[in-house]
């Protein structure tokens, strides 16, 4: 097994370079854990953890967390666009396919101890990282901010008081580019510097006839720099700052297929399209061709300052870390999904600034260990949204005479001011308490406070410049603010909340760890910051302007062993995790207007079992699988929005059978029927060989890996449709190289079988039928150089 380490950023009290020797003098069969200040093995640890060091980071082409969910089967990751993306663990997190400002992520994301409020942030490449821990479950009561599904933690390579240096070149089809850099060494015999860059960019997959480019491209430079004062021994002091940036032509989503509604069939996507004597360019996906018109981009920047301080002080030691972060976020949308001037606008440039500061303190006794610490975080967020209808929207849209009149919603245009104030508070802390050599108890409290202000403005007026408004019975109004809807409200939320965990470890013998863990704790309630519905008089509803936290009782049983003489592990783990208030798109058929906002629905739960088995019988040979089996479901959802094919008619009776049109449900109720994004089985699966090699009178080593993943058919609607089940996949990648001497070259092969895919499907607004989705990558291959120096 190789020489990794885990460093569990919210407990760590030493510095990054007294962790990495600790792992060097560890046997090279054993994971070195500094999570409670001391070296201990990763099998001790009571938590379901998988961890990835930075050259195996490096050797699958894992540089960022789309990538890495192939290596971690309880991961899941989705983006259709940077602003919206989602990150869960074990199908929970955030809302499938729902993006809103005001909520709170469910799985948190660490760069060097530093928390980023912005999912965005996922989309980026990893920057000089020197290990990614994947921490399963709830985390709070050692972590900054309260996190309800797990944690994804990366932890840069810090500076050296060692010069050293390191340089990597790829190139491969589709003019993939990607080259990477890093320098450090000391400045003086107190101060050691670190500075690394990395930049990416690759033809998109897909080719839009009607601009004749190549779209969904890949574009990311970064920078990252850090310097280390080291005045005593017993004292770190870092200063950190990065930047990246991305301008891709992205991100366009395109025809799948089309099912039945309950749409008459006249309003239906093929009556529709046939209307304007309009062809989809292919009804085939994985032609990868599209002819949407509307522009195109996905271009954001993200950054940011960090001081972080390790202070050996009385009998423990004492860490702060202060940090400022920004998002810049300018985008260009395709929203119809067609190459019809339906939609020629859909964009929401957003712009975040957070600040957050971190204290706490950790003492390590012989019987006990106690780390205590508070956390305080600000974040403002203000987006600047447009959505603009065209020519060809009447006649996709409305009905009667008004349909035939393109200039009826040419024009018409809802300009949205959304602003959010977020403010969290909290105190956290944890024991561990040896009750003998083989048994220990470990308890946790956190004490929170979260306050979070808003502003939802959207103001309507249409292709003459008039304002549309709920007073006017001019038929044409009446049918723009039946597309466009103005409205404005300020919802509010602030709440105090206390969560607890209790997690009991048996050293049942020296190769066999068991432990239990019961968790108590909360996501923060936030606010609509998309729409809430309207009543008959077209006032906002402002109850439903907030939503209540989420409740969360989490329970797992884990296993950790060692065999075959310590040259084998498997560590099993059994969960569950019952949700109440989950925060949820739900709609309200009792209202004037139908429309879909963020609500509470009752209950849900996620349960299953992992397994991480990994054997290296010698230095030749090494082996992995890990697999989890997930069950994640809506166990009370009365509320929920119908899938497309029971959408689309007048409210009424339910329909009798799927895609025949006539009356819509109101909503639908949903319970018992699975959550969406999650697989119920993912296994990732592989193994490297290497031989001895001795040319040119120096020692080296061919090699050969192969890193593959399967995952089972998942739901990509937040309601279960017969039109949007992706089916399971498997990926195989291969890499075969030499390496020695501080080289490494290496060719690579991902998705070697060319396996037809999609990331995910979507179902557009206005129920016409019409469904969407992004191809995964077809075969890529290439060619890398590194080398390491020092």
């Given at each position: 097994?190789?020489?990794?380490?885990?460093?569990?950023?919210?407990?760590?009290?030493?510095?990054?370079?007294?962790?990495?020797?600790?792992?060097?003098?560890?046997?090279?069969?054993?994971?070195?854990?500094?999570?409670?200040?001391?070296?201990?093995?990763?099998?001790?640890?009571?938590?379901?953890?998988?961890?990835?060091?930075?050259?195996?980071?490096?050797?699958?082409?894992?540089?960022?967390?789309?990538?890495?969910?192939?290596?971690?089967?309880?991961?899941?990751?989705?983006?259709?666009?940077?602003?919206?993306s989602?990150?869960?663990?074990?199908?929970?997190?955030?809302?499938?396919?729902?993006?809103?400002?005001?909520?709170?992520?469910?799985?948190?994301?660490?760069?060097?101890?530093?928390?980023?409020?912005?999912?965005?942030?996922?989309?980026?490449?990893?920057?000089d990282?020197?290990?990614?821990?994947?921490?399963?479950?709830?985390?709070?009561?050692?972590?900054?901010?309260?996190?309800?599904?797990?944690?994804?933690?990366?932890?840069?390579?810090?500076?050296t008081?060692?010069?050293?240096a390191?340089?990597?070149?790829?190139?491969?089809?589709?003019?993939?580019?990607?080259?990477?850099?890093?320098?450090?060494?000391?400045?003086?015999?107190?101060?050691?510097?670190?500075?690394?860059?990395?930049?990416?960019?690759?033809?998109?997959?897909?080719?839009?006839?009607?601009?004749?480019?190549?779209?969904?491209?890949?574009?990311?430079?970064?920078?990252?720099?850090?310097?280390?004062?080291?005045?005593?021994?017993?004292?770190?002091?870092?200063?950190?700052?990065?930047?990246?940036?991305?301008?891709?032509?992205?991100?366009?989503?395109?025809?799948v297929?089309?099912g039945?509604?309950?749409?008459?069939?006249?309003?239906?996507?093929?009556?529709?399209?046939?209307?304007?004597?309009?062809?989809?360019?292919?009804?085939?996906?994985?032609?990868?061709?599209?002819?949407?018109?509307?522009?195109?981009?996905?271009g954001?920047?993200?950054?940011?300052?960090?001081?972080?301080?390790?202070?050996?002080?009385?009998?423990?030691?004492?860490?702060?870390?202060?940090?400022?972060?920004?998002?810049?976020?300018?985008?260009?949308?395709?929203?119809?999904?067609?190459?019809?001037?339906?939609?020629?606008?859909?964009?929401?440039?957003?712009?975040?600034?957070?600040?957050?500061?971190?204290?706490?303190?950790?003492?390590?006794?012989?019987?006990?260990?106690?780390?205590?610490?508070?956390?305080?975080?600000?974040?403002?967020?203000?987006?600047?949204g447009?959505?603009?209808?065209?020519?060809?929207a009447?006649?996709?849209?409305?009905?009667?005479?008004?349909?035939?009149?393109?200039?009826?919603?040419?024009?018409?245009?809802?300009?949205?001011?959304?602003?959010?104030?977020?403010?969290?508070?909290?105190?956290?802390?944890?024991?561990?308490?040896?009750?003998?050599?083989?048994?220990?108890?470990?308890?946790?409290?956190?004490?929170?406070?979260?306050?979070?202000?808003?502003?939802?403005?959207?103001?309507?007026?249409?292709?003459?410049?008039?304002?549309?408004?709920?007073?006017?019975?001019?038929?044409?109004?009446?049918?723009?603010?039946?597309?466009?809807?103005?409205?404005?409200?300020?919802?509010?939320?602030?709440?105090?909340?206390?969560s607890?965990?209790?997690?009991?470890?048996?050293?049942?013998?020296?190769?066999?760890?068991?432990?239990?863990?019961?968790?108590?704790?909360?996501?923060?309630?936030?606010?609509?910051?998309?729409?809430v519905?309207?009543?008959?008089?077209?006032?906002?509803?402002?109850a439903?302007?907030?939503?209540?936290?989420?409740?969360?009782?989490?329970?797992?049983?884990?296993?950790?062993?060692?065999?075959?003489?310590?040259?084998?592990t498997?560590?099993?783990?059994?969960?569950?995790?019952?949700?109440?208030?989950?925060?949820?798109?739900?709609?309200?058929?009792?209202?004037?207007?139908?429309?879909?906002?963020?609500?509470?629905?009752?209950?849900?739960?996620?349960?299953?079992?992992?397994?991480?088995?990994?054997?290296?019988?010698?230095?030749?040979?090494?082996?992995y699988?890990?697999?989890?089996?997930t069950?994640?479901?809506?166990?009370?959802f009365?509320?929920?929005?119908?899938p497309?094919?029971?959408?689309?008619?007048?409210?009424?009776?339910?329909?009798?059978?799927?895609?025949?049109?006539?009356?819509?449900?109101?909503?639908?109720?949903?319970?018992?029927?699975?959550?969406?994004?999650v697989?119920?089985?993912?296994?990732?699966?592989?193994?490297?060989?290497?031989?001895?090699?001795?040319?040119?009178?120096?020692?080296?080593?061919?090699?050969?890996?192969?890193?593959?993943?399967?995952?089972?058919?998942?739901?990509?609607?937040?309601?279960?449709?017969?039109?949007?089940?992706?089916?399971?996949?498997?990926?195989?990648?291969?890499?075969?190289?030499?390496?020695?001497?501080?080289?490494?070259?290496?060719?690579?092969?991902?998705?070697?079988?060319?396996?037809?895919?999609?990331?995910?499907?979507?179902?557009?607004?206005?129920?016409?039928?019409?469904?969407?989705?992004?191809?995964?990558?077809?075969?890529?291959?290439?060619?890398?150089?590194?080398?390491?120096?020092?």
């Open positions: 097994m190789l020489r990794l380490l885990l460093l569990q950023t919210a407990a760590a009290v030493v510095s990054p370079e007294a962790a990495l020797a600790a792992a060097e003098a560890a046997p090279t069969e054993e994971i070195v854990v500094t999570a409670r200040r001391r070296a201990e093995d990763v099998q001790d640890v009571p938590l379901a953890i998988s961890v990835l060091g930075g050259d195996q980071i490096d050797a699958t082409g894992s540089f960022n967390v789309a990538r890495l969910q192939q290596l971690a089967p309880s991961l899941q990751f989705y983006s259709s666009n940077p602003r919206n989602a990150v869960n663990i074990r199908g929970i997190g955030v809302p499938f396919g729902l993006t809103n400002d005001g909520i709170e992520q469910g799985v948190g994301i660490y760069v060097d101890d530093v928390y980023h409020a912005r999912v965005a942030a996922a989309t980026f490449d990893f920057l990282v020197g290990r990614i821990e994947v921490l399963r479950g709830p985390q709070g009561t050692l972590y900054g901010k309260n996190t309800t599904a797990g944690a994804i933690v990366l932890t840069s390579r810090a500076p008081f060692t010069p050293e390191n340089g990597e070149i790829t190139v491969g089809n589709l003019g993939f580019r990607q080259a990477k850099a890093a320098l450090s060494g000391p400045l003086s015999d107190t101060v050691a510097a670190r500075f690394a860059l990395a930049s990416s960019d690759r033809r998109g997959t897909v080719f839009n006839v009607k601009t004749g480019n190549w779209i969904n491209e890949q574009d990311n430079l970064g920078f990252r720099g850090q310097l280390l004062w080291r005045p005593t021994d017993g004292l770190d002091i870092t200063l950190g700052g990065d930047f990246s940036t991305q301008d891709p032509e992205c991100c366009a989503q395109i025809y297929r089309t039945a509604t309950q749409r008459p069939i006249a309003r239906q996507y093929a009556a529709l399209a046939a209307a304007q004597n309009y062809t989809v360019v292919s009804t085939d996906p994985f032609r990868r061709l599209t002819d949407v018109d509307a522009d195109l981009n996905a954001n920047k993200i950054g940011g300052v960090s001081l972080r301080l390790v202070w050996d002080k009385g009998p423990g030691t004492l860490t702060s870390v202060t940090a400022w972060r920004f998002w810049d976020w300018k985008p260009a949308n395709d929203r119809d999904f067609t190459g019809l001037p339906i939609t020629t606008a859909s964009n929401n440039p957003s712009q975040q600034d957070q600040y957050t500061q971190e204290v706490r303190y950790a003492v390590t006794g012989d019987r006990f260990d106690i780390v205590g610490g508070a956390f305080a975080f600000h974040q403002k967020v203000r987006t600047q447009v959505q603009r209808q065209g020519p060809a009447s006649r996709w849209l409305l009905t009667g005479a008004l349909a035939l009149d393109p200039t009826v919603l040419d024009g018409l245009t809802a300009r949205n001011d959304i602003r959010l104030d977020n403010t969290s508070l909290a105190l956290f802390g944890q024991a561990t308490w040896r009750i003998t050599d083989r048994v220990s108890l470990q308890p946790g409290v956190r004490i929170n406070y979260d306050r979070k202000t808003g502003l939802y403005d959207s103001v309507v007026t249409n292709g003459a410049g008039q304002a549309v408004t709920f007073t006017s019975t001019d038929p044409r109004i009446v049918a723009q603010r039946g597309v466009l809807s103005p409205q404005r409200f300020e919802p509010r939320f602030s709440d105090w909340n206390v607890w965990d209790l997690t009991a470890t048996s050293e049942i013998s020296e190769d066999v760890t068991a432990f239990g863990t019961y968790a108590r704790t909360f996501k923060s309630g936030g606010v609509n910051l998309n729409g519905p309207n009543d008959a008089a077209g006032n906002p509803i402002l439903a302007g907030a939503v209540r936290p989420e409740t969360v009782n989490h329970y797992e049983l884990g296993l950790k062993t060692r065999f075959l003489d310590r040259a084998a498997l560590n099993l783990a059994l969960f569950r995790t019952d949700i109440g208030n989950y925060q949820a798109l739900v709609t309200n058929g009792q209202l004037g207007v139908l429309r879909g906002y963020l609500a509470n629905a009752r209950k849900v739960r996620t349960q299953g079992f992992e397994w991480d088995l990994s054997v290296k019988p010698s230095d030749r040979v090494s082996l699988v890990s697999g989890a089996r069950d994640a479901t809506y166990r009370s009365v509320d929920a929005p119908c497309p094919e029971l959408s689309g008619g007048g409210t009424g009776t339910p329909v009798a059978a799927p895609g025949v049109p006539g009356n819509s449900p109101a909503n639908c109720d949903i319970s018992g029927q699975r959550l969406p994004g697989s119920k089985w993912a296994v990732s699966w592989g193994g490297e060989v290497n031989a001895p090699l001795a040319a040119l009178g120096r020692d080296g080593e061919l090699y050969a890996g192969v890193d593959a993943t399967t995952r089972s058919k998942f739901s990509s609607n937040p309601t279960p449709s017969a039109y949007t089940w992706v089916d399971g996949y498997t990926l195989v990648n291969l890499r075969a190289g030499v390496r020695g001497n501080g080289w490494d070259v290496f060719a690579w092969l991902r998705n070697a079988f060319d396996a037809d895919y999609f990331e995910q499907l979507a179902v557009p607004s206005g129920n016409t039928g019409l469904i969407v989705g992004q191809p995964g990558d077809p075969r890529t291959f290439g060619l890398t150089l590194r080398k390491t120096i020092g």
